[in-house]
Each structure stands twice: as C-alpha cells, then as structure tokens.
C-alpha cells in the first residue's frame, strides 16, 4: 500500500488482536522484539547521528525540544480537561505525555532513509528527541507534586 513498514506493523498487530491468536502471538513476539528487534531499531538510529554539526544547530535543537514539551503537555493536558479531568489532573497527564518520543524516532529514521532528511537535520532532531525523554520525568515529578498540593489544599 507504500505505508511504512512501522505502519504495517502497527495494522498487522491491529488485525492479529482481533482473533483468538492474540495472547499466543503476544507471549511469541514480545520477548523476541525486546531482545532483538528493538535494541537493534535503537542501534540503527544511534548509528546514523553524527555530532559534527550539533553545536551549530543549538538554537535548533532548543526550540524543537521545547515544542515538544509544550505541545504535548498542554496537547495531552487539553485533552484530559475536555474528558473532565480537574487542572491539576489533566497537568499530571499532560506531563506523563511528554517522553512519548518512539514515533518521532521511527519518523525521523524513515526520513533519513528516504533521504527526505539531511544528516545534520536528522541528527539535531534525534538529540531533541533525547533531551525531550530526559526532561519528562522531572516534569512529570513536579506536575505530580503540584497536584499533591492542589489536592490537599482543597
């Protein structure tokens, strides 16, 4: 159908949930895919990163992390007040969001196999995609204790 291959597997994972195979399939394929397949999805994203010009696109790799956690927090956070979650709640949601980068990397890896992104572009947009992981959990942390405070104060 010229989807990616992320894609198709996503739908042929979709389709193998729907019959009486599914727990059989799952407890077949999970251990493979984190022993094998996913450690290598990660080796070949680390392999293409090259350093050279990084210091270069700083300011680059400041505002793509930035709008990564801005967009989904208030994305995800937006979304959780318009399903009835309280402020301090749909924050704490928003900020678990955050680090949610895996599609961004297969994305990003696609591109660059398609040679639809420059090395120095890729690169900057994988560290993004790091810097954005690396800040979630202390996000999250501070959210969690907001609300914590928000909860007892009321």
């Excluded at 077949?28 to 990163?49: H, R």
Aim: with cysteine; charged share 15%.
């Amino acid at each position: 159908m010229g989807l990616s291959g992320a894609v198709g597997a996503f739908f042929a994972g979709v389709a193998v949930a729907q019959t009486d195979y599914k727990a059989e399939a799952l407890s077949d394929i999970e251990p493979l895919g984190y022993a094998t397949f996913i450690p290598l999805f990660f080796v070949s994203v680390g392999l293409n990163v090259k350093f050279d010009g990084l210091s270069r696109d700083w300011l680059f790799i400041l505002v793509l992390s930035v709008l990564g956690v801005v967009t989904k927090l208030w994305g995800c956070g937006l979304g959780a007040r318009l399903s009835g979650f309280e402020r301090s709640s749909a924050h704490v949601i928003g900020a678990g969001m955050i680090s949610r980068g895996e599609m961004g990397l297969i994305t990003a890896q696609i591109g660059y196999a398609a040679h639809l992104l420059r090395p120095d572009f890729y690169s900057s947009i994988i560290l993004a995609i790091i810097v954005v992981t690396i800040v979630a959990p202390f996000m999250l942390k501070f959210s969690i204790a907001r609300a914590n405070r928000a909860a007892t104060t009321h």
